[in-house]
Nanobody, 123 residues
Framework: QVQPVESGGGSVQAGGSLRLSCRVTGPNNYCMGWFRQAPGKEREGVAAMWTAIGSPYYGEPAKGRFTIARDNAKDTLYLQMRNLKPEDTAMYYC??????????????????WGQGTQVTVSS
């Protein structure tokens, strides 16, 4: 299995925007998602989707500000983040897997993880 590869993190001021990208190839990627983990905190689900259906699911911090999308032709998953806040600062991870339990925003549903990309939001 090929691991996802993220890109697009960086530093931005509060209120700014960033777009994260993740190339995901290979079979059995029934679900894909974005997670984040800040120092001293648990990994939390940001946004996810079933690959075949495309309907998105968002964690509470992401609702109304973040958008998950997938370009099938490029095998790439995106996370568009707007109106970023300092509390969004974290390592962001892309994940892919089977989501057999059906809870797409839980990290245990995913078998393949990227290395992460850092997002830092300053006030």
């Amino acid at each position: 299995q090929v691991q996802p590869v993220e890109s697009g993190g960086g530093s931005v001021q509060a209120g700014g925007s960033l777009r994260l990208s993740c190339r995901v190839t290979g079979p059995n990627n029934y679900c894909m998602g974005w997670f984040r983990q800040a120092p001293g905190k648990e990994r939390e689900g940001v946004a996810a989707m079933w690959t075949a259906i495309g309907s998105p699911y968002y964690g509470e911090p992401a609702k109304g500000r973040f958008t998950i999308a997938r370009d099938n032709a490029k095998d790439t998953l995106y996370l568009q983040m707007r109106n970023l806040k300092p509390e969004d600062t974290a390592m962001y991870y892309c994940a892919a897997g089977s989501c057999g339990g059906g809870y797409l925003l839980h990290p245990n549903e995913y078998e393949r993880w990227g290395q992460g990309t850092q997002v830092t939001v300053s006030s």
